[in-house]
C-alpha cells in the first residue's frame, strides 16, 4: 500500500491516489474457457478484457464466465469477447474519488479498470482500496 501523501489545499483525492497496477489482462478473442484457465492461474477473481488494439475492453469475472464455459463433451466455444462481461464506462485518474466511489456503489462493483485518455490500462480501482484512502486520517 503507498503511503498517502499530504494534499494541498484545495485539492481534493482522485483515482489516481487509490488505484492499484494490475498485471493480468486477457484477450478479447480468448475463449470463456481460456479465461476462466487464465483466472485460476493467476489466482484472482477478475482480469480486464484487453482488445486487438490494446485498449481495455471490459472486465471479466469468474461468476460472470461460469455460464459460457463449455459443457463436459461440448466442443462449442465462446470469446470473452461475445461474454456479459462489465463494458465501460471506465475510472480515469484525475476522477474525484468520492464520485468514483458512489459510482461504483450505485453500480454494485467491486472492482472498476483505470484507463488512459487512449483506453489502455493503467490500474484497477477496488471498492475496498477506495474506501480506505478516503478514510485515512490527513497525514
Known amino acids: 500500500m503507498t503511503p498517502r501523501t ?3 489545499a484545495g ?3 482522485t483515482v489516481a491516489d487509490a488505484m492499484d497496477p494490475f498485471d493480468y489482462q486477457i484477450a478479447d478473442d480468448s475463449t470463456a474457457e481460456q479465461a476462466d484457465d487464465a483466472l485460476r492461474g493467476a489466482h484472482v477473481d477478475y482480469m480486464p478484457v484487453r482488445g486487438h488494439d490494446g485498449r481495455c475492453e471490459g472486465l ?3 461468476a460472470g464466465l461460469h455460464p459460457f464455459l463449455p459443457l463436459p463433451g461440448s466442443t462449442e466455444r465462446i470469446a470473452v469477447g461475445a461474454t456479459a462481461h ?3 464506462p471506465f475510472a ?3 476522477l474525484d474519488l468520492l464520485l468514483a466511489a458512489r459510482v ?3 453500480r454494485r462493483w467491486v472492482v472498476w479498470p483505470v484507463i488512459d485518455d487512449d483506453g489502455y490500462l493503467l490500474g484497477i ?3 475496498t482500496r477506495a474506501a480506505g484512502v478516503i478514510a485515512a486520517p490527513p497525514a
Open 60 to 62: 471479466v469475472t469468474r
Open 86 to 88: 462489465q463494458q465501460g
Open 11 to 13: 485539492h481534493s483525492l
Open 92 to 94: 480515469w485518474p484525475t
Open 125 to 127: 480501482l477496488t471498492a
Open 6 to 8: 499530504p494534499q494541498p
Open 104 to 106: 461504483m456503489r450505485i
